[in-house]
């Protein structure tokens, strides 16, 4: 009579027991996590889409782009967006803004670890902005000494630096003590003092400064130099100083020489550039809600939402917004056409047409009070808000069932587990008995 393998048969009856079980929670798993992928898929390229669009929604950047072109390279370069107006301008760069430079009328012996006073204050004001450094809190190692180096540490890192940096500086084997100031601009003059210190020397340092860069300003001017309007910076940019241009100054010219032109006007590229991001995030987002609502068939596989009816409406929706008339006109007049599947694409030749002869209509089409884009913005935010938006709390309940579903794994592991040892019990008590009898049996030959 032959044994049998206890532990073989007790895994298989305890598999049985629970078998169908464990079918039912892997495919209801399967189907809730790809529930779960699918909907952070679509969610992801409806943000994707929404970026796209409220990047081109605001006062400043729109679908219709303009740029700005210089006559010289070298001396200035400049900006536009979507508020230019076309024009063309003279420009005349007289100088560039600097950064104020100083060095402190220091000892010729000076080095990192010459010592300074460790009582009294350094005072500093920068365009109206004060910090007064105590000179007791600088010895950073703890060694009662203050050394230079550590003044340098303590002004860099003071909360209240109002904009300079302090630095050693070593030359044919002397060392110079040295304010900068952060920013370019006559208001940004450094403005040192020390008092209470009881050494002289360390006083009259910052009273004698030697001047290494005199701050100022850029000054620029619109037409010729002395005759045309002369425009001022702190910083080396000219922001908005013509509606929507942006002049940044870079090598000033010389006096008598002539001004230099500047052209602002539409940029035909950069707009169909502006169009194809927007298409082409539309296609992505309308490709992806299609492949996880898709029906199936023999030849394509059941989407894990083909049967919800929200995200389907999002896509209807939003079908219908693309291809609704705003301002009297749609986007097939504007050379963007929506093939039978639904895919957009551009006609660059109409497009161009279009950005020739209405640009105002074709910005008015996209960006007008009500128009295309803020249609699909108030279209989209209830789906998209953060914890309360459509997506949200339905993931939200999605991980909450599948929660439940491993709470049940958890219990029919236990399950298991107890047959599993209920019937490892059993056929090993059988199997001893098989024992026994077997021996019993060979007593008799």
Same mark, same amino acid.
């Given at each position: 009579?032959?044994?049998?393998?206890?532990?073989?048969?007790?895994?298989?009856?305890?598999?049985?027991?629970?078998?169908?079980?464990?079918?039912?929670?892997?495919?209801?798993?399967?189907?809730?996590?790809?529930?779960?992928?699918?909907?952070?898929?679509?969610?992801?390229?409806?943000?994707?889409?929404?970026?796209?669009?409220?990047?081109?929604?605001?006062?400043?950047?729109?679908?219709?782009?303009?740029?700005?072109?210089?006559?010289?390279?070298?001396?200035?370069?400049?900006?536009?967006?979507?508020?230019?107006?076309?024009?063309?301008?003279?420009?005349?760069?007289?100088?560039?803004?600097?950064?104020?430079?100083?060095?402190?009328?220091?000892?010729?012996?000076?080095?990192?670890?010459?010592?300074?006073?460790?009582?009294?204050?350094?005072?500093?004001?920068?365009?109206?902005?004060?910090?007064?450094?105590?000179?007791?809190?600088?010895?950073?190692?703890?060694?009662?000494?203050?050394?230079?180096?550590?003044?340098?540490?303590?002004?860099?890192?003071?909360?209240?630096?109002?904009?300079?940096?302090?630095?050693?500086?070593?030359?044919?084997?002397?060392?110079?003590?040295?304010?900068?100031?952060?920013?370019?601009?006559?208001?940004?003059?450094?403005?040192?003092?020390?008092?209470?210190? @009881?050494?002289?020397?360390?006083?009259?340092?910052?009273?004698?400064?030697?001047?290494?860069?005199?701050?100022?300003?850029?000054?620029?001017?619109?037409?010729?130099?002395?005759?045309?309007?002369?425009?001022?910076?702190?910083?080396?940019?000219?922001?908005?100083?013509?509606? @929507?241009?942006?002049?940044?100054?870079?090598?000033?010219?010389?006096?008598?020489?002539?001004?230099?032109?500047?052209?602002? @006007?539409?940029?035909?590229?950069?707009?169909?550039?502006?169009?194809?991001?927007?298409?082409?995030?539309?296609?992505?987002?309308?490709?992806?809600?299609?492949?996880?609502?898709?029906?199936?068939?023999?030849?394509?596989?059941?989407?894990?939402?083909?049967?919800?009816?929200?995200?389907?409406?999002?896509?209807?929706?939003?079908?219908?917004?693309?291809?609704?008339?705003?301002?009297?006109?749609?986007?097939?007049?504007?050379?963007?056409?929506?093939?039978?599947?639904?895919?957009?694409?551009?006609?660059?030749?109409?497009?161009?047409?279009?950005?020739?002869?209405?640009?105002?209509?074709?910005?008015?089409?996209?960006?007008?009070?009500?128009?295309?884009?803020?249609?699909?913005?108030?279209?989209?935010?209830?789906?998209?808000?953060?914890?309360?938006?459509?997506?949200?709390?339905?993931?939200?309940?999605?991980?909450?069932?599948?929660?439940?579903?491993?709470?049940?794994?958890?219990?029919?592991?236990?399950?298991?587990?107890?047959?599993?040892?209920?019937?490892?019990?059993?056929?090993?008590?059988?199997?001893?008995?098989?024992?026994?009898?077997?021996?019993?049996?060979?007593?008799?030959?």
């Amino acid at each position: 009579m032959s044994s049998i393998d206890p532990i073989t048969m007790a895994t298989q009856l305890a598999t049985y027991d629970v078998q169908s079980f464990q079918t039912r929670y892997d495919t209801q798993s399967t189907t809730y996590q790809s529930q779960l992928t699918a909907l952070g898929k679509i969610e992801t390229a409806l943000k994707e889409f929404r970026t796209a669009i409220t990047s081109m929604n605001s006062s400043t950047s729109s679908i219709v782009q303009n740029s700005a072109t210089v006559s010289t390279e070298g001396y200035f370069s400049a900006t536009a967006d979507a508020t230019a107006l076309s024009g063309s301008y003279q420009i005349f760069v007289e100088q560039l803004a600097t950064a104020h430079q100083v060095s402190a009328d220091m000892p010729v012996d000076l080095n990192s670890t010459t010592e300074v006073p460790s009582t009294g204050t350094l005072d500093f004001t920068i365009n109206g902005e004060t910090m007064s450094l105590d000179l007791s809190t600088i010895d950073s190692n703890g060694d009662g000494l203050s050394t230079m180096a550590e003044l340098v540490t303590a002004i860099n890192n003071d909360a209240s630096n109002p904009g300079v940096n302090a630095t050693l500086v070593r030359s044919n084997g002397q060392t110079y003590f040295m304010l900068s100031s952060t920013e370019t601009g006559v208001a940004n003059t450094i403005n040192v003092s020390a008092s209470g210190t @009881g050494q002289t020397w360390f006083e009259d340092a910052f009273t004698n400064l030697t001047e290494i860069s005199a701050p100022q300003d850029a000054v620029i001017w619109l037409g010729a130099q002395g005759t045309g309007l002369q425009l001022t910076s702190s910083s080396n940019t000219f922001e908005d100083v013509i509606d @929507g241009v942006d002049i940044t100054v870079t090598k000033a010219q010389t006096t008598g020489e002539a001004a230099l032109s500047m052209a602002v @006007g539409a940029d035909k590229e950069g707009t169909e550039e502006q169009m194809t991001t927007i298409i082409n995030a539309y296609n992505s987002l309308m490709s992806t809600i299609d492949k996880y609502t898709a029906v199936g068939d023999e030849d394509t596989s059941r989407g894990p939402l083909a049967s919800d009816s929200t995200v389907r409406s999002i896509e209807s929706q939003l079908r219908a917004l693309v291809r609704s008339e705003f301002d009297g006109m749609r986007l097939s007049n504007l050379g963007i056409e929506i093939s039978r599947t639904g895919t957009m694409s551009i006609d660059s030749d109409k497009f161009a047409e279009v950005q020739a002869t209405n640009s105002a209509g074709l910005e008015s089409f996209f960006n007008g009070d009500g128009n295309l884009f803020d249609s699909i913005d108030d279209l989209l935010n209830p789906y998209l808000k953060y914890g309360s938006g459509m997506f949200s709390s339905r993931k939200d309940a999605i991980r909450q069932t599948l929660d439940r579903i491993d709470d049940k794994q958890e219990v029919l592991e236990r399950k298991f587990e107890a047959s599993y040892n209920r019937y490892l019990k059993q056929f090993t008590q059988m199997n001893q008995i098989i024992t026994q009898m077997s021996q019993t049996m060979s007593l008799f030959g």
